[in-house]
């Protein structure tokens, strides 16, 4: 069976979207798209991705009026949280250490969740699922 071999794009609505790109841009290192198609797309380091319908009623993005979400990979989850909170963005760290790693969250200037993971476990390991 031919499989899809990653995700090629996150697409969401904003009310700002040039000022919302250059956030996470600045922040988190998610580059703008490129204005041409002369120019490559950003790229990411390979790894782990969950792919998750949640259910409708879900607390996991923010609140009943969100409906949307992203968890961006990080390798040192501590470091990202320090230089977000030292350009005065709230950051929330979860206190639990999971089996597959650590979690921290936060919002965008558009109140989205953003969700921070340092993988750990399986997924840190580069065990990947076999197809079948």
């Given at each position: 069976m031919e499989r899809v071999t990653g995700i090629g794009g996150v697409f969401f609505r904003a009310e700002r979207p040039d000022e919302l790109t250059a956030w996470y841009e600045r922040h988190l290192g998610v580059e703008a798209p490129p204005e041409t198609y002369d120019t490559p797309s950003w790229w990411q380091q390979s790894g782990p991705t969950v792919f998750a319908a949640m259910p409708a009623d879900s607390d996991h993005f923010g609140g009943p009026h969100k409906t949307w979400s992203v968890n961006f990979r990080v390798a040192d989850l501590d470091l990202m949280v320090s230089q977000l909170r030292?350009?005065?963005?709230?950051?929330?760290?979860?206190?639990?250490?999971?089996?597959?790693?650590?979690?921290?969250?936060?919002?965008?200037?558009?109140?989205?969740?953003v969700q921070l993971w340092e993988p750990a476990g399986a997924d840190a390991a580069g065990v990947a699922t076999d197809p079948g």
């Open positions: 030292q350009a005065g963005i709230v950051v929330d760290v979860d206190p639990e250490i999971y089996p597959n790693g650590r979690f921290a969250t936060l919002t965008d200037p558009e109140d989205n969740v």
